[in-house]
């Protein structure tokens, strides 16, 4: 959810500060006892693509009911099939 101003539709940002919250991506807060799965994951960076990219790869294929597909890769983040200008947007480490 982004920041809310009113508090209504997701944290307002001092919330958002709170242990509450934690920041899922850029712009983008989820409730802080929510279990980091890897439909969990894949959630989260795919409400980053906003029309650009899209869920593939391990991500569909865990969708479709992989269960062996985790989505993390040697180095422990999750990857997005972004064009390439939308990289810097979609990373999830800054």
Known sequence: MPIDPLGIA?????????????????GLYVLGDVDDTPEQ???????????????????????LGGVWFNGLDADGSTKLAVPRRWRRRCSTTG
């Open 41 to 63: 994951r894949i959630v989260e960076r795919a409400a980053l693509l906003r029309g650009w990219g899209g869920v593939t790869g391990w991500a569909g294929l865990r969708w």
């Open 10 to 26: 997701g944290p307002t940002r001092a919330e958002a500060r709170g242990k509450r919250w934690r920041k899922s991506s850029f």
